[in-house]
T-cell receptor
Framework: DGGITQSPKYLFRKEGQNVTLSCEQN?????MYWYRQDPGQGLRLIYY???????QKGDIAEGYSVSREKKESFPLTVTSAQKNPTAFYLC???????????FGQGTRLTVV | RKEVEQDPGPFNVPEGATVAFNCTYS??????FFWYRQDCRKEPKLLMS???SGNEDGRFTAQLNRASQYISLLIRDSKLSDSATYLC???????????FGSGTQLTVLP
């Protein structure tokens, strides 16, 4: 099946730990995005990548890191520097020709 | 000022009502516009694109006003299943970067 796979669906992190959220796509899309959504809020851009081995910070990049070593994969690491990481994290891809964005099912991260 | 702003909501309407949402954008160079729907605790999904001439998909009508820099979504004959958060999305620049509004929550009441 074509699509975007985010894993895990639920993730619990202890304070001070780094965790990595996975995002894999087989849509052959160039652009990939990471968003954070807090309860009752809109989507805020963390990082985005338009091409392999290149990525840019979004509006709230502090405390996060990414890599784009393969076109299919855009993992997000939530570091211990992120003081309030509990949120719903969404990965999206975009086909440059059509501009429509497609989303994965999200990862719900909770700090315990 | 936010790049993309939406009606604050929430909107609570009875079944069968007509409801309209507006979304304003600040960058006149914005190129493409979409409405997404997000159900509770789910990912956003494309509802419809917004074209300059306006477009309709069943009970849903989207319009773009470039001069005033806003887009709108009209839902006619509301159904219970229309209850969701509606997000407007603007794309601009050579990077074609997505910018989301904060969303408008709609609840259709029986």
């Amino acid at each position: 099946d074509g699509g975007i796979t985010q894993s895990p669906k639920y993730l619990f992190r202890k304070e001070g730990q780094n965790v990595t959220l996975s995002c894999e796509q087989n849509l052959n899309h160039d652009a990939m995005y990471w968003y954070r959504q807090d309860p009752g809020q809109g989507l805020r851009l963390i990082y985005y990548s338009q091409i392999v081995n290149d990525f840019q910070k979004g509006d709230i990049a502090e405390g996060y890191s990414v890599s784009r070593e393969k076109k299919e994969s855009f993992p997000l690491t939530v570091t211990s520097a992120q003081k309030n990481p509990t949120a719903f994290y969404l990965c999206a891809t975009q086909d440059r020709r059509n501009t429509e964005a497609f989303f994965g099912q999200g990862t719900r991260l909770t700090v315990v | 000022r936010k790049e993309v702003e939406q009606d604050p909501g929430p909107f609570n309407v009875p079944e069968g009502a007509t409801v309209a949402f507006n979304c304003t954008y600040s960058n006149s160079a914005s190129q493409s516009f979409f409405w997404y729907r997000q159900d509770c605790r789910k990912e956003p999904k494309l509802l419809m694109s917004v074209y300059s001439s306006g477009n309709e998909d069943g009970r849903f009508t989207a319009q773009l006003n470039r001069a005033s820099q806003y887009i709108s979504l009209l839902i006619r004959d509301s159904k219970l299943s229309d209850s969701a958060t509606y997000l407007c999305v603007v794309i601009k620049g050579s990077a074609r970067q997505l910018t989301f509004g904060s969303g408008t929550q709609l609840t259709v009441l029986p």
